[in-house]
């Protein structure tokens, strides 16, 4: 539950590897923060925690949780506010069921997720539950502008400890594919709203025989907001999916289906569907109405599927019906071979900002069935951004690898404030019932938008606020001042919603002096261009939207860095606060696994390091806290300790875990705090505790190191007991004792 005393700092509780590492590197922060009176408080924004707050007349007094996201929602837009927000999971349908089952099995009397709801009551819950599903997090803490970059302590060590970098081939078969005609980029139109047409609009539906249907009601748009409008064709879709299905196995290559189906939680997963549908053809043929009669949609992938199969009666018929259909389709990019988990088995397994730079880093190899590496053939049906990745492909093949010893690096300003753009579009997403016309109507009447659409369609319209973009500007502005280096604009003038930004971006350049110190460039060209730019070991701002920003701050630091995981990524709220992000959480699962299995946490905390010294520092300057600032920079200088000792965890058990590197973030934070000069107070209070985790190291790691190799229960995955999470993360007793 929420504390009613305001926190000076707010740590997220959240899911999965990045929250068993809180429960280690958390108490760590609270005693230290103890001595500037920093009071660090938790609100829970986990999978978990979010459907227990949406189902509190299904609880017990005891079992209801507050909805701290809300409450998130609101303090981050307050001058106050200073979060840092770990990784939590956006979760698609078979996450969201699964975690709803694990609740069930603990003994909260929550409602089983209704597929197909046909009652006013199983509308209310779906709707609950599907508030929750995908990215319902990030689009309400990010009440400002994304400032990414790798932090230089992390940088330096990455090129002093260069990573492994896949060789590439001139004739390596890997290349992408997308659509080229009626998908959400060949089909957008975008207007700037007057203040005429400000207010509540509305999208209306009417089917070829006139009956008109009311999509939604009530969209906010302010004067000033360009909003766009686009669909995705469903037989156009198909087609291009059947057909890249047949290139794929004509060229003797692995097929790849590269989605967000997280963030983009409505559109996505219908892709994605498609996807398995047209892949298992002849099943779907010959068994569809079975198959949706156990409950299948193809929405929530091959897993799920094979799951219902298996409580079939034909299941036998089905299960080598499949076998046959995958035979005679190309060989998949798998997950995980040795379980024999495909691309297209979970919808939030192949996120496309880990799987492409992942695919790219490789030198164009992805994993198959038989557990070798082979040239893949990277579907991305919408060409909005695929240009990025191809271009990304094109140009390693000419160039061969970059060297990360060597390399310059790519800094990232992101417009996402207010839900900007694609990724604010879930509720004005619709799959069309019926053929016939989609309008979108201003508050005064005027059509905004008009698209002539097919049943199955997919449309959606997505918009990006005034006030948003203007600041995106100027944030993009300070970043140049402050880096001196090459900065573009990733905008396309030959598309409609970059057309708009254009126009608000030129002439803030022009009035502010700097127009000359920007480019503006489409992502195909600026890819190439910022390519070219950090092999030279130069360093270039890439200042994009939304979804580019999550693209980019993956693709550039998994190339640069050997990870995304480590970046430093500050929002800086509209309205004063700080958000400080501390990484991506898309091998979280895997880890989690390692945890359980082997007690192994290779999760590595650094972005964890970087936000709180940021965080720290904010708090110094924005409460003219004197203390707060010394603790961010002895956090700074503990972070660079770690890097310059090589204190980072390793992936394999019986070496040095995540709980390692706490320890020595703590000594080396102490030892800092007891050697600085601007508080001698201070220093004299953390000398002795510098001491006691100096004088006891050996113990402490040998304590840490005996506690790895079996098992362990955490009471479970989504919702892990806080007993015995702890007991697991905290096993040294030396440790514990000196840090309380």
Same mark, same amino acid.
């Given at each position: ?78 001058? =106050? ?34 597929? =197909?709801?046909? $009652? ?46 896949? =060789?590439? +081939? ?50 906010? /748009? ?30 003797? &290559? ?59 009666? =034909? ?9 046959? @259909? ?25 996120? &496309? ?24 053939? @990277? ?17 390693? *093949? ?29 509720? $004005? ?31 959606? %319209? ?22 001196? @280096? ?57 200042? $994009? ?26 929002? *800086? ?8 992000? $501390? ?26 390091? @970087?936000? /709180? ?36 965890? +390793? ?80 096993? %040294? ?8």
């Amino acid at each position: 539950m929420a504390d009613a005393k305001q926190p000076d700092i707010v740590y997220t509780t959240v899911d999965e590897a990045p929250e068993l590492a809180s429960a280690s590197f958390l108490p760590i922060i609270r005693f230290f923060a103890e001595a500037a009176e920093v009071d660090v408080q938790t609100r829970d924004i986990s999978l978990a925690g979010r459907i227990l707050a949406a189902f509190p007349d299904h609880l017990t007094e005891d079992q209801k949780q507050s909805d701290d996201l809300a409450w998130l929602g609101e303090w981050v837009k307050t001058p =106050e506010a200073n979060v840092i927000k770990l990784p939590n999971i956006s979760a698609s349908e078979p996450q969201l069921t699964a975690a709803i089952k694990e609740l069930q099995g603990q003994g909260y009397a929550l409602p089983d997720y209704p597929y =197909e709801p046909s $009652t006013d009551e199983e509308k209310q819950i779906r709707a609950r539950y599907d508030a929750i599903k995908g990215s319902a997090v990030n689009p309400v803490l990010r009440e400002g502008n994304s400032d990414r970059r790798a932090a230089q302590a992390v940088k330096n060590y990455a090129q002093a400890n260069p990573h492994s970098m896949g =060789e590439w +081939s001139a004739d390596s078969k890997t290349h992408v594919s997308s659509m080229s005609a009626n998908d959400f980029y060949s089909n957008e139109k975008s207007v700037t709203l007057d203040e005429a047409q400000a207010g509540k609009a509305r999208i209306v539906h009417t089917a070829a025989d006139g009956t008109q249907t009311v999509l939604k009601e009530g969209v906010d /748009l302010p004067a000033g907001t360009v909003v766009d409008a686009t669909f995705m064709s469903a037989t156009a879709l198909d087609g291009f999916l059947a057909e890249q299905i047949a290139l794929t196995k004509q060229a003797g &290559i692995l097929f790849s289906l590269h989605m967000k189906a997280t963030m983009m939680k409505v559109s996505d997963p219908i892709i994605f569907g498609h996807a398995v549908k047209e892949f298992l053809k002849p099943v779907f043929e010959k068994y569809g109405d079975k198959l949706k009669a156990a409950g299948v949609s193809p929405n929530a992938g091959i897993g799920d599927m094979m799951a219902r199969v298996a409580e079939m009666p =034909e299941r036998a018929e089905i299960e080598k019906a499949v076998e046959a @259909c995958m035979a005679e389709r190309p060989p998949m990019y798998m997950v995980n071979s040795d379980k024999g988990i495909t691309n297209l088995h979970v919808p939030s397994d192949v996120i &496309i900002d880990a799987s492409m730079p992942a695919v790219i880093r490789a030198g164009g190899k992805g994993w198959g069935p038989d557990n070798k590496q082979h040239d893949v053939n @990277c579907v991305i049906p919408d060409s909005s951004y695929a240009p990025v990745y191809d271009e990304t492909i094109k140009y390693f *093949k000419e160039t061969g690898a970059l060297d990360p010893a060597t390399c310059g690096t790519v800094q990232n300003v992101g417009l996402m404030a207010q839900k900007a753009e694609e990724y604010g579009s879930h509720p $004005t997403t619709f799959e069309i019932p019926a053929a016939g016309t989609v309008r979108m109507i201003a508050a005064n009447g005027d059509v905004l938008h008009e698209h002539h659409v097919e049943e199955r369609d997919i449309w959606r %319209s997505s918009s990006a606020r005034k006030a948003p973009i203007e600041d995106w500007v100027k944030l993009a502005i300070e970043r140049q001042k402050a880096m001196g @280096c090459e900065a573009i604009f990733w905008l396309d003038a030959n598309r409609a919603h970059d057309a708009r930004l254009i126009e608000y971006v030129k002439p803030i350049l022009e009035r502010e002096g700097v127009a000359d110190k920007f480019k503006i460039m489409a992502p195909r060209e600026a890819t190439r261009a910022s390519l070219e730019t950090i092999r030279k070991g130069e360093n270039s701002i890439a200042i $994009t939207g939304n979804v580019l920003r999550d693209y980019l701050t993956d693709l550039f630091p998994i190339l640069e860095l050997g990870t995304s995981a480590k970046m430093l990524s500050i929002v *800086k709220l509209m309205n004063g606060g700080g958000l400080f992000e $501390t990484g991506a959480g898309g091998s979280a699962p895997k880890h989690v696994q390692q945890l359980v299995e082997e007690n192994h946490l290779r999760w590595d905390s650094l972005g964890e390091f @970087c936000a /709180l010294a940021e965080s720290l520092a904010f708090l110094g300057e924005t409460k003219d806290n004197r203390t707060a600032r010394i603790l961010g920079k002895a956090a700074d200088a503990a972070t660079q300790g770690i890097l310059d000792n090589d204190r980072s965890p +390793s992936r394999k058990v019986g070496e040095p875990d995540n709980r390692d590197s706490h320890f020595w973030f703590a000594l080396y934070w102490a030892k800092a705090l007891a050697g600085q000069t601007d508080d001698p107070d201070l220093a004299g209070r953390f000398k002795p505790y510098a001491e006691q985790l100096e004088a006891n190291a050996d113990t402490i790691v040998s304590e840490l190191a005996a506690a790895q190799g079996k098992a362990v229960d955490l009471g479970g995955y989504y919702h892990p007991d806080d007993a015995k999470t702890s007991a697991v993360m905290r096993p %040294s007793e030396t440790l514990n004792k000196i840090i309380g």
